[in-house]
């Protein structure tokens, strides 16, 4: 995405710490009691991303590809999410470092407020173009960006009124309506091959509903009945887009080997762990609250320890294919 001889970092490194820090948040109590020390190496690694993403984007050229490709500018999301990711991690696991939480607050509803409005302002160039541009699931980052924020600050500040959380939150909603109309003008096109033209963003078709129904229960703006059913709809979702990507890495080992087809790593990647966790997140979270028990709290506990293998285990596959990429490239370079 960057054209600049020097690239340091590719800017959808925010996935990273969606990815790892939604999976402290969540799956990782279901195997480990503490986390205070990798909570902290996560907090330096965040550190260290961020860093190198404000270095690079200081650079000349950096903001070329937002400028000529809109579809590019959602990756900002990724970096208002991780931070919101972020603070989460600290809160449950570094206590002596909360006072840093409201601070990251602070510069991530900044940076929120920029993306939201560089939002209109792509989605207005989409709609006026909606197959000239290469669309995929990277724009729902909108809607993954105002529900992280509307949980970060819920959690600082509960007195905020009902009415402008439920306001934030359904105009997340209304941004994923919005994005999926735009992917299904996209995909709608029959001429499209889901090994080439499927991307692995589009897993936050699923993650972007997640994020809505944590926000919700989190905040407890919304009925038990509404937020129940918002769970089954994310689980139908998930469901249908997940066993399109099965399909997709079947058709992509059987064109290129298992090599290129499924274990050569790619950024995007990490958006499948963030989604993953999401859902884990989202439903541990609506298990813990007594408002929103149901009838199916049962099936939702078995379902939510299977869940959680099925997180980890991709997270240590893409751990594996990130060390093993950093690896090969370091090598190359040194040769």
Known sequence: MIYEEEKIINPSAGAIVMAIGIFLYGAWRQFFTHGAVVSGLYLLLTLIIYLMLIRQSLQKGFWKPFLSNP???????????????????????????????IGIAGLNTLLCLFFFFLCLFNFK?????????????????????????????TNLFPGIPTTMVASLITMGVVLYLNCSALLFVRYRNKTWAITDDWTNTNCILHGALSITGLAAVSTGVFSSFLVTSLWWFVLGILLVVEGMELLRAYLRVKKLGWHKGV?????????????????????????????????????????????????????????????????????????
């Open 125 to 153: 160039k989409l709609w006026l173009r909606p197959t000239f541009h290469h669309i995929h699931g990277v724009i729902l980052l909108s809607t993954v960006s105002i529900q992280s924020l509307v949980i970060m600050w």
């Open 71 to 101: 579809v590019n500018s959602f990756v900002i999301g990724s970096w208002v999410a991780g931070l919101s990711v972020l603070s989460q991690v600290i809160f449950k696991y570094l206590e002596r470092l909360q006072f840093l939480v």
């Open 263 to 335: 274990c050569t790593y790619h950024v995007s990647q990490w958006s499948r762990n963030f989604t993953f966790g999401m859902f884990y997140a989202f439903t541990m979270v609506m298990l813990e609250s007594p408002v929103y028990t149901s009838v199916f709290y049962d099936f939702q506990q078995w379902f939510l320890y299977l869940w959680g293998w099925v997180v980890a285990i991709a997270l240590i596959y893409e751990l594996i294919l990130w060390i093993y990429s950093f690896y090969k490239s370091s090598f190359e370079t040194s040769s």
